[in-house]
């Protein structure tokens, strides 16, 4: 079993930033990949990006630019530095991680982008 907390949301107006962290415990060992994922009032989940642990990283199109996903292995940590924020970017992320043939999911960290 792996457990994901992740920590970091919160409200920023438009144009602003945010770092979204979630720590892996558990048995984390050979988590490949992490990453997050997200889903908006009313909406599917959507894919936002993931890293292997050699740190190759995928990104969804639309958030190539804006986000930025890295990993402490040591920590067992991914981070999300999220900047130019929008309105469409509200959403509940959640933290995503591989590993044993299973897929675990965070409970969710709420992100809202408004002025």
């Known amino acids: 079993q792996v457990q994901l907390v992740e920590s970091g949301g919160g409200l920023v107006q438009p144009g602003g930033s945010l770092r979204l962290s979630c720590a892996a415990s558990?048995?984390?060992?050979?988590?490949?990949?992490m990453g997050w994922f997200r889903q908006a009032p009313g909406k599917q989940r959507e894919f936002v990006a993931t890293?292997?642990?050699?740190?190759?990283?995928n990104y969804a199109h639309s958030m190539k630019d804006r986000f930025t996903i890295s990993r402490d292995n040591a920590k067992n940590t991914v981070y999300l530095q999220m900047n130019s924020l929008k309105p469409d970017d509200t959403a509940i992320y959640y933290c995503?991680?591989?590993?044993?043939?299973?897929?675990?999911w965070g409970e969710g960290t709420l992100v809202t982008v408004s002025s």
């Open positions: 995503y991680a591989h590993t044993l043939g299973t897929d675990y």
């Open positions: 558990g048995s984390a060992f050979a988590i490949n990949p």
């Open positions: 890293i292997t642990s050699g740190g190759n990283t």
